[in-house]
């Protein structure tokens, strides 16, 4: 296969664009890909195919656009429906990050365009390590844009075709970058961190088009009802807004019950758990421990990492000790396992 053929995720977004962008421009033989995930409004749909046709024709180079939206559907907003009706607060991100974008685009750039290698605007690292003999992942220079908590699910071969085009710089460079191309998507506004919340509006205009709205109580740790919900798929753990309780201290969700449709609300102090249980593992950058370990954890995307005792289970499954308590540890969501800027594995939070 052509060695300096690479075929660019273009989801129509300035980050996508500019990662076309300069490798064209380092003289790759780049090709546009653009998934076709779901009908409407949002970035990567219908308003993104627009742009990212744009930005192709801009560089002249090649746009194909692939159907995806049958897998989308099955492995995306079907996943998304169950966990929420089970109990769960599922992400998708990795998910359709690993099932839906890049080992599909690899397929297709491999069997379609004779290309081994892909690329996205995601901002993360990829290095080969001699002595491990294994790709690694790493953490993007600006830890503001960093999306390797996203990337933890990918397989081998996956990182072994994929190039970050942006992991080595910060949002600003990538925004100067686009002006001194004259990009189109230069001035482009930041895309939501979900698309089906661009697509829809709102999460929970998303779920009301599959999940029945069942109304039920908001309960204490006792059992005493404070309070009536909207259907327990709307909340989530760790959330204090929106309950419409009154209390004398401020409440949080802690636990949801789908089998007696109870919200179950507690304080800070009750909020936090000291350990959970993972599974669905995917280690990137080491193979699988057999012994405990120490790492550094992110529950959410957004959290910092914290050092906790990592130790192996059976059934692909392991427990995590924290050293404090950790405060809204949401089943459904990844815990991802660091070594300063590697990303070591990661999984899914189970419920308790």
């Not at 989801?11 to 500019?18: F, K, L, Q, R």
């Not at 989308?72 to 769960?88: P, T």
């Not at 297709?108 to 605007?121: N, S, V």
């Not at 996203?150 to 710089?169: C, H, I, K, N, W």
Request: negative net charge; glycine residues 8%.
């Amino acid at each position: 296969m052509g060695m300096n053929k690479v075929v660019v995720g273009l989801s129509g977004g300035v980050d996508s664009s500019v990662a076309a962008a300069v490798l064209h421009d380092q003289g790759y033989e780049v090709i546009g890909l653009t998934l076709w995930l779901m009908k409407g409004k949002g970035q990567c749909c219908s308003d993104g195919m627009v742009d990212a046709a744009f930005i192709c024709e801009q560089l002249g180079i090649p746009h194909h656009i692939v159907d995806s939206r049958a897998v989308f559907q099955a492995n995306i907003v079907d996943y998304l429906v169950s966990g929420y009706e089970s109990g769960v607060t599922p992400l998708p991100c990795s998910q359709c990050n690993r099932a839906v974008k890049f080992g599909p685009m690899l397929n297709y750039a491999k069997q379609e365009l004779g290309c081994d290698r892909i690329a996205t605007g995601h901002y993360a690292r990829i290095r080969y390590d001699q002595i491990s003999q294994r790709y690694q992942l790493l953490r993007a220079i600006d830890p503001k844009k960093d999306q390797s908590y996203f990337l933890y699910d990918l397989s081998q071969e996956m990182l072994a075709g994929t190039v970050f085009p942006l992991g080595d710089q910060t949002k600003e460079d990538t925004r100067r970058i686009a002006t001194e191309f004259d990009l189109k998507t230069a001035s482009k506004p930041e895309s939501q961190d979900l698309c089906l919340i661009e697509a829809h509006g709102s999460m929970k205009t998303f779920l009301e088009q599959y999940i029945n709205q069942k109304e039920g109580n908001i309960v204490d740790l006792d059992g005493n009802i404070l309070g009536q919900h909207q259907g327990v798929h709307h909340y989530t753990i760790g959330q204090r807004k929106g309950l419409g309780i009154a209390a004398a201290e401020p409440l949080y969700v802690v636990k949801l019950d789908p089998i007696m449709n109870q919200v179950i609300v507690a304080n800070r102090l009750n909020a936090g758990r000291s350990d959970c249980t993972v599974s669905r593992l995917n280690w990137v950058s080491i193979t699988e421990p057999s012994t405990p370990i120490r790492v550094e954890t992110q529950i959410r995307y957004r959290s910092a990492p914290v050092p906790v005792n990592l130790i192996p289970l059976e059934d692909n499954r392991l427990k995590l000790v924290f050293d404090e308590p950790e405060f809204a540890i949401t089943p459904g969501q990844a815990a991802v396992f660091y070594d300063g800027e590697t990303v070591l594995g990661g999984g899914i939070i189970e419920k308790e």
